[in-house]
């Protein structure tokens, strides 16, 4: 006898880590690879930050694009940003607590997207981006 599995729905925020992640379980953090101009804009309007991806805004796009570890990051930083100084760029470590964030499958792999602005209390860490991409 075989047993068939039921599909799940597109997950939302879980409790935990990015080491322990699961389809059904965003991390407790994302990174978001953002202009640093744009970021530094919203830091010193004090609104959130409403960037989708390079040259997109959450309104345009639905949500924020982001990546849930380093790899996913040089990926993306190697299809789209290959013309953009890494000193142009920040890498954003963003908390997933109380933010819609969903897990969607994209170029054969899980990306978390966040629905919604992030406020700028749930960014816990900026950092420069690799510079191996």
């Not at 047993?3 to 322990?20: K, N, R, W």
């Not at 953002?34 to 970021?39: I, L």
């Not at 109380?98 to 749930?122: C, K, M, N, Q, T």
């Amino acid at each position: 006898m075989t047993s068939t599995v039921p599909l799940a729905p597109v997950p939302h925020v879980g409790s935990t880590t990015m080491t322990d992640q699961t389809p059904s379980s965003p991390p407790e953090t994302v990174l978001h690879i953002a202009e640093r101009a744009r970021w530094e804009s919203a830091r010193a309007s004090g609104e959130s930050y409403a960037m989708s991806t390079r040259g997109r805004t959450l309104a345009e796009e639905g949500f924020i694009h982001c990546s849930s570890d380093l790899d996913q990051v040089r990926t993306v930083l190697g299809a789209f940003y290959k013309d953009v100084p890494p000193s142009d760029l920040v890498l954003l470590t963003v908390s997933t607590q109380g933010l819609d964030v969903r897990l969607e499958p994209a170029d054969g792999d899980l990306f978390p997207h966040i629905y919604g602005p992030i406020p700028l209390s749930a960014v816990i860490e900026v950092r420069p981006v690799p510079d191996n991409r």
